[in-house]
């Protein structure tokens, strides 16, 4: 709750939060005075070059999906939750490769 705490999107900068579980990733930009999603994308629909999975490898060419979604969907800056991780291994693998598609932390 501390993290969270801080972390609030708004529509010209939404929050982007970032899930794993045992065997996907899910990330989303969310409006929070709106209440609403703006880009979701997860790696439970199996892609066709084959991103799936949570190693740092397929993080890195899931961030860059990612952002590259999110660049459609006109979002330029965003607020990153990382949900209780620390900044180091797959949450640092996505940041980076989002960052590289051009949004702004």
Sequence with gaps: ??????????LSRPRLSLHFSGKHIYAQCIDDDTGRTLVYLSTVAKKPNGTYGTNISKTTSFGELFGKAALDAGIVAVVFDRDKKRYHGKVKAFADSVRNMGLKF
Aim: charged share 30%; hydrophobic share 40%.
């Design 1 to 10: 709750m501390r993290i969270r705490k801080g972390v609030l999107g708004t």
